[in-house]
């Protein structure tokens, strides 16, 4: 009995130490933010989640440009030829990218390599970074014969400043919000932007190391999560005739890397329709990116399991909670019903016989003979106990374990 004892004890301890250990975990990630002020990449990188941004904006593909800037299409089926084989790269390695990488993979695809977007509904970056010059806007001043005061210019110039800053952070109307860049980011991608505007006063151009996983979050959430929804199932045939777009779940699952890398860099013809034919395909050709970048996407971030982590750890007690739920729910019953076949058990549920006759006021052995609807109403409530306690750990286990492969947030 010693065993069924200490069951009780056991999910407790296991629940409080899971629970503990998730925010530990948490709590570290906080911890290193605030000491330095560039947390390590990996340790911010999110996995891609909701809908595109033009289903975001309830836009039809064929009605805005988003997405478009590379404005370059595949080849017409009479065209293609056999995907090539990609450039080799080395799969995990950090890279480094510079200012002119982030723009390329967060901005050219709306803004075009030259920043000058698709006027009127993509803007040109151009105008606001050339406002947030000191230089260009004193010059511009004195052009125009405006005489103005140096503390209302540099109020000026930083408002624009400010305003572009702002503007990436949050985005737009029709621009996407970049909660993934960080302020390091931004003052990357910022003395780039200056240099594309040809600003006299650009900043130095620096850099920024990244991981593998980070990589993959610039490209897929600056570039991909435009058109792509982040899961859903395979459009039909039909379907992507009237205009659907699979979603980046069912790209990555169902094209071997050689054909993902060639349709995103050259273009290929898709098979659509019912009778279905081939068609010259819809999506721009990234002819930008390089084959590592678009590799990159195969792997969604975040999605390892990392056992060996902190909340690895709370992750195994979660599911080990699960499972003791499941096996006392298991073990309550043939107790409980081992005591009318003599022989097994004796019939103690939680605590063991002894403290459990000391509550009833008799022996098990006693209210079975005595009182007979009591014994059963006692041995009913706990078979539905027994029954709670397995939805439990069916949503424990079921919870815990998808979220973890999903890689959400809280997930290891
Ligand atoms: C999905 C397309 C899209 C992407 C990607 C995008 N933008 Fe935009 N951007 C827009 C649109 C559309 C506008 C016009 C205003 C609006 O509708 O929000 C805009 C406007 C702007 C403006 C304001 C121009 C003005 O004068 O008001 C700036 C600056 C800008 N974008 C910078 C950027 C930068 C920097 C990036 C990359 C980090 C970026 N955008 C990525 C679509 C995009
Ligand atoms: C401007 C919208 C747009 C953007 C941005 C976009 N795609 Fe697409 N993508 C499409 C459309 C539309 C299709 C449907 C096939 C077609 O018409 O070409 C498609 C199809 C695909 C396919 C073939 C899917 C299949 O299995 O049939 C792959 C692979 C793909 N996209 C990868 C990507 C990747 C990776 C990115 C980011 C680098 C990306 N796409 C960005 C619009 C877009």
Known sequence: MRKRHALPALFLVSLIAAATLLSADNGSRGRQANRSAVPPADSIVTPVAGPSWLNHLNLKFS?????????????????????????????????????????????QACHRAEGTGSPPEIKSVLSLVQGSSLELVRRQLRGEKKPAQPATIRQQVTQAHNELYRRIREGGQRMPPFAHLQEADIDVLYAYL?????????????????????????????????CHDAVGARPTE??????????????????????????????????M????????????????????????????????????????????????????????ALAVPIALEARAVSGLGDGAVLLGTQPEEYMLGTTYAQLHQKNPKLDKLLVDTMLGMCAQMMAMAAAFLGVAWFAARRGARWAP
């Open 238 to 271: 039909e379907a992507l005739l009237q205009g659907a777009i699979p979603s980046l779940t069912v790209l990555v699952a169902e094209n071997p890397q050689v054909t993902f890398i060639s349709k995103v860099r050259r273009g290929a013809p898709v098979v």
């Open 273 to 328: 329709g019912r009778p279905s034919f081939h068609y010259r395909g819809r999506m721009p050709v990234f002819y930008y990116l390089q084959d590592a970048e678009i590799a990159v996407d195969a792997t969604a971030p975040g999605t390892k399991v990392r056992w060996k982590s902190l909340s690895g750890v709370g992750l195994v007690l979660l599911l080990g909670y699960g499972t003791l739920n499941v096996v006392s």
């Open 194 to 226: 200056t240099e594309l505007a040809h600003n006299p006063d650009s900043p130095r151009q620096s850099q920024r190391t990244v991981s593998w996983n980070r990589l993959g979050e610039h490209v897929v959430k600056g570039t991909c999560h435009i």
């Open 63 to 107: 009605d805005s440009s988003l997405g478009r800037g590379a404005g370059l299409y595949g080849p017409t089926p009479a065209e293609s030829g056999t995907p090539t084989v990609p450039t080799s790269f080395v799969p995990g390695q950090s890279r480094v990218l510079t200012g002119g990488d982030l723009y390329r993979l967060n901005c």
